[in-house]
Nanobody
Framework: QVQLVESGGGSVQAGGSLRLSCAAS????????VGWFRQTPGKEREGVAA????????IFDDYVKDRFTITQDNAKNTMYLQMNSLGPEDTAMYYC???????????????????????WGQGTQVTVSV
């Protein structure tokens, strides 16, 4: 059973930083694709970034590319999202999700399709105030 445990959310003022963590466990295969999505009320979840453990990672959201950094600890199956220069528009629930049996291209190429991610964490709230 895949488990995803998020941490690191909170409330900050505009211009501040937060670091989100997602620890993944229970993968039965070596195909370990895990991603970050965010969602605000009334809107669909949007893909932010993804990692393919043991290989590479990618920021998908062009709006955050200059402010967010995605990193991974392959030994711990943990990914991190360092978020800098946060603004109110970054306020959202951030979810960690796993895409089982993805190839590297399916994980890091194209776009992040939330329908392919079958396992989801509980989410961690990020609130940015002016």
């Amino acid at each position: 059973q895949v488990q995803l445990v998020e941490s690191g959310g909170g409330s900050v003022q505009a211009g501040g930083s937060l670091r989100l963590s997602c620890a993944a466990s229970g993968f039965a295969t070596s195909r370990k694709c895990v991603g970050w999505f965010r969602q605000t009320p009334g809107k669909e979840r949007e893909g932010v970034a993804a990692v393919y453990f043991g290989k590479d990672n990618r920021i998908f959201d062009d709006y955050v590319k200059d402010r967010f950094t995605i990193t991974q600890d392959n030994a711990k199956n943990t990914m991190y999202l360092q978020m800098n220069s946060l603004g109110p528009e970054d306020t959202a629930m951030y979810y960690c999700a796993a895409y089982p049996l993805a190839t590297t291209f399916q994980c890091l190429g194209g776009t992040m399709d939330s329908r392919k991610y079958k396992y989801w964490g509980q989410g961690t709230q990020v609130t940015v105030s002016v």
